[in-house]
């Protein structure tokens, strides 16, 4: 099983996807946490790009792509394979939102994207603009990327949000204290667990 952890910059999601797999596993699943972009070349290429004044969205689409795609069929798939529950920290939502909004071609990024599967869940970490750049307004210099604006952000907060009205994502209020959101996000995980056979739903309860 897949599971996505999306949110804007800010919103928390790194803390949240971190927390859920430390418990999936006290919990005795088997679980592991992994994110994008990777720690391969292109991953690498693309975080010092996110660091650069170079503004060709279309670019960082198709480099995002294509690390994705190397992601998921080098590490997330054979995962699955071996039934382990993988939390991804960002996945394909996250390129559709920030380089759908910035290139303005939301289909073309969701083509350049169709080589790997949807998420078997996607939960959206929702915080205003506000909120996350307050959040992340301690960071050095150099570590600020590019998306860390206003009105970037915005845009990528309506796409998704729009996505979670067409039922892509679940939300949660990411404004609410660290535990609160956990447990939301917890009590999502565990209902798809039991809906996929990968737990009992008498075990599920207990929880």
């Keep these: 099983m897949l599971i996505a952890i999306e949110g804007i910059d800010g919103a ?3 803390t949240q996807a971190k927390r859920l797999v430390r418990w999936l596993k006290s919990e005795g699943v088997n679980a592991c946490y992994t994110s994008e972009p990777t720690n391969s070349a292109l991953g690498r290429l693309i975080k010092k790009k996110l660091r650069s004044k170079d503004l060709d969205h279309r670019l960082d689409a198709l480099l995002f792509a294509a690390d994705r795609l190397e992601h998921y069929y080098g590490c997330i798939e054979p995962r699955i394979r071996k ?5 991804s920290d960002r996945y394909v939502y996250s390129s559709i939102a920030y380089q759908g909004a910035l290139t303005g071609d939301v289909d073309w990024v969701r083509a350049i994207n169709k080589w790997v599967p949807a998420p078997d869940v996607a939960i959206y970490v929702d915080v205003s603009p506000e ?8 960071r050095k210099i150099s570590e600020k990327t590019k998306y860390e604006r206003m009105e970037t952000l915005s845009r990528v907060r309506e796409l998704y949000l729009k996505m979670c009205s067409e039922g892509l994502l679940i939300i949660v209020d ?9 447990g939301n996000i917890r009590r ?3 209902d798809a667990l039991v809906r996929a056979g990968l737990l009992e739903a008498d075990t599920a309860g207990r929880r």
């Excluded at 909120?131 to 307004?137: D, F, H, I, K, P």
């Excluded at 990411?174 to 956990?182: A, H």
């Design 131 to 138: 909120v996350g750049l307050a959040r992340l307004s301690s």
């Design 174 to 182: 990411g404004e609410r204290s660290i535990e609160e959101v956990q």
């Design 12 to 14: 928390g999601k790194t």
């Design 188 to 190: 999502i995980t565990m």
């Design 83 to 87: 039934r382990q529950v993988v939390v």
